[in-house]
């Protein structure tokens, strides 16, 4: 009896059949996820595009160059945070994908994420690409609540902080504080592995930042991107107020921004769509703008620094994808 052969490869051609769309898939997710986005924030969008149209050109134009700064601010800050030097092209590229991928997941998980998984395709190793990530955020973090408290102490009367907190939300805020530090307490008491594994890392990140701070060129990067970062978001909404007629003085714009940024910080939404506006409307309003005026800000703000570049980062997403850099 004549034993029947299959044709060779067809099962390698089926492996590979079922690999690629994949792949292929996980490049159309960011844009699928923009046209969510999209569309459950229509509204915005419309009203947004309407006070751009109405704004002066020339501080617009200052707006989006800012805005295009920030990503080079961000991608010195990541290469300050890591001994190992990374390839200037695509760690731009990264961070620019990465500002749309904020955008669409929770605050700050999209661009970990997607910064993580450069780090380790470039060849840094998972503990010391979370390490250099820890870093990052912690500087990002000292650098722009640094910069509120020393503009508070230089603009003593920029915000009327009782409109920005009540009275009566600092006690459940305090007793909120103090629930979550009791928790994390308690894990780590009561669970070993957390235990080692929390300290496993401390002593990785510690590792990492001082091989850091041991190379001035690092240091600079590190904070001098971690204080400009900030302060160009900040100089972004200050142009936008300028070309839509805000009347609040410029020092007290910034304030405003860095007061929201930080207390929008700890809400869990996609980019801090709806809680960032909401919040910087709130700040604007307590340096001393008109509620209908700060509104108009905030919107035409958004455009320029979420809206505009969300379809084109998206794309870069899936680029960096499909070409393996993430």
């Known amino acids: 009896m ?14 590979r059949a079922s690999r690629i769309p994949i792949r292929q898939i996980l490049c159309l997710v ?14 915005v969008l419309l009203a947004g595009f309407g006070h751009l149209a109405k704004a002066q050109w020339p501080w617009l134009v200052a707006a989006i160059g800012v805005t295009c700064l920030t990503w080079v601010a961000a991608a010195v800050t990541r290469q300050g945070a890591l001994v190992e030097r990374l390839p200037v092209r695509r760690l731009l590229a990264t961070q620019f994908a990465a500002g749309a991928a904020n955008h669409l997941l ?22 010391r690409s979370s390490a250099a990530l820890a870093l990052y955020l912690l500087a990002e973090s000292i650098a722009r609540v ?28 305090m007793l909120a504080a103090g629930a979550v530090l009791c928790v994390v307490v308690v894990v780590l008491a009561a669970v070993r592995r957390v235990r080692t594994a929390v300290l496993s890392f401390l002593r990785t990140a510690l590792t990492e930042a001082r091989s850091v701070h041991t190379r001035p ?25 300028l ?31 709806g809680s960032v506006e909401a919040a910087l409307v709130i700040a604007l309003v307590a340096a001393g703008g008109p509620v209908a005026v700060a509104t108009a800000v905030v919107l035409a703000f958004r455009i320029i620094t979420v809206w505009l570049p969300l379809l084109p980062g998206a794309l870069t997403l899936g680029a960096l994808v499909r070409l393996k850099v993430i």
């Not at 004549?2 to 492996?15: D, N, W």
């Not at 960011?30 to 509204?43: E, F, I, Q, S, Y």
């Not at 605050?107 to 450069?118: E, I, K």
């Not at 060129?217 to 142009?239: C, E, I, M, N, Y």
């Open 217 to 241: 060129a690092r240091v600079l990067a590190l904070w001098g991107g971690s204080l400009s970062f900030p302060l160009l978001q900040a100089a972004g909404l200050t142009t936008v107020g």
């Open 146 to 173: 640094g910069l509120l408290l020393a503009l508070l102490v230089a603009f003593p009367g920029a915000l009327r902080l009782g409109a920005l907190l009540p009275d009566m939300a600092a006690g459940p805020l």
């Open 30 to 43: 960011p844009l699928a996820l923009v046209l969510v986005v999209a569309v459950r924030h229509h509204d």
């Open 106 to 127: 929770p605050t700050g998980l999209g661009a970990s994420a997607v910064n993580l998984r450069f780090m380790t395709v470039c060849g840094v190793p998972l503990a």
């Open 2 to 15: 004549t034993a029947v052969r299959l044709p060779q490869g067809r099962s390698g051609l089926s492996g």
């Open 243 to 273: 070309a839509l007629g805000l009347d609040v003085p410029v020092a007290h714009m910034v304030v405003a921004y860095l007061a929201a940024t930080v207390a929008v910080a700890l809400i869990p939404t996609p980019g801090g769509i």
